[in-house]
């Protein structure tokens, strides 16, 4: 029931509040932070807040699948940006095993688009938020070169929802006045997705390159075909199994096949 910004303001405030202790001890231990990371970081919660804003927007207008497509395009921008940006030697197998799991992403979720095979305005603010989502990557991991996990995390969690904030406001998009279930979803978006999935992402970005963490979360469709069937009710289709092994396939290859 929330506008895009909206929720993404909710999602990303809620974080923030329920880690600012948490965040605190931990910024104080690591005391004094390197400015230039630090802003680094708000560089990247800001990526994240343009990323937010145009595909909660987007998945609005056009199907869920199709938004979580071009949300998924986010990997070959990564890859880019650590190719051309950081002067990562990719190998041509990495290329391949990149392409696999994109496709098996497709597999998994192109039926739907398929059916609406025309980009719309949905579909392109999706398409928008997945090169957003991929320069989050690129950021994220040169901040969390000089900063901890948590510290990373929160900054650029305080600095999405800043933003969302303004976003919201300056769009008229109303910040109160929802059902109960709204806010329940909006709670559990924040404590499950951000705090308990963002933060681990920002922990794999210090030990990690982007240029593997973000094709390693392809294997968000796979996870969700498999959690619809004991939440949702939903069963496996074929396609869905196929796209899943070629998706799990890619992310293997280009694990095995990372820098020359």
Request: charged share 5%; glycine share 12%; no cysteine.
């Given at each position: 029931n929330a506008p895009g910004a909206v929720s993404g303001f909710y999602r990303m405030g809620?974080?923030?509040?329920?880690?600012?202790?948490?965040?605190?001890?931990?910024?104080?231990?690591?005391?004094?932070?390197?400015?230039?990371?630090?802003?680094?970081?708000?560089?990247?919660?800001?990526?994240?807040?343009?990323?937010?804003?145009?595909?909660?927007?987007?998945?609005?207008?056009?199907?869920?699948?199709?938004?979580t497509l071009m949300g998924n395009t986010s990997p070959f921008w990564v890859s880019l940006g650590a190719l051309f940006l950081f002067k990562e030697k990719l190998r041509p197998a990495f290329w391949a095993g990149l392409a696999l799991a994109m496709l098996g992403v497709f597999v998994i979720l192109g039926g739907d688009y398929l059916i609406h095979p025309t980009l719309g305005w949905g579909d392109t603010l999706a398409l928008i938020a997945g090169f957003f989502y991929g320069a989050f990557f690129l950021v994220t991991q040169r901040a969390r070169e000089k900063l901890s996990s948590l510290v990373a995390w929160w900054i650029s969690a305080l600095a999405s929802a800043v933003a969302l904030l303004i976003v919201s406001v300056a769009t008229r998009q109303p910040l109160f006045g929802y059902p109960p279930t709204t806010y329940g979803s909006l709670i559990a978006i924040a404590l499950i997705t951000q705090v308990g999935g963002y933060l681990s992402i920002s922990y794999a970005l210090g030990h990690l390159p982007a240029s593997l963490v973000a094709p390693t979360l392809l294997g968000q469709p796979v996870l969700t075909a498999f959690l619809a069937v004991p939440l949702l009710g939903q069963s496996?289709?074929?396609?869905?199994?196929?796209?899943?092994?070629?998706?799990?396939?890619?992310?293997w290859i280009v694990h095995r096949n990372k820098q020359e």
């Open positions: 809620i974080a923030a509040a329920v880690m600012v202790i948490p965040f605190g001890l931990s910024a104080r231990k690591a005391a004094p932070l390197s400015r230039p990371h630090v802003w680094l970081a708000v560089v990247g919660g800001l990526f994240f807040a343009a990323d937010l804003a145009a595909w909660n927007t987007g998945v609005l207008i056009t199907n869920a699948a199709n938004a496996l289709v074929p396609h869905q199994i196929a796209g899943g092994l070629i998706v799990l396939g890619g992310i």
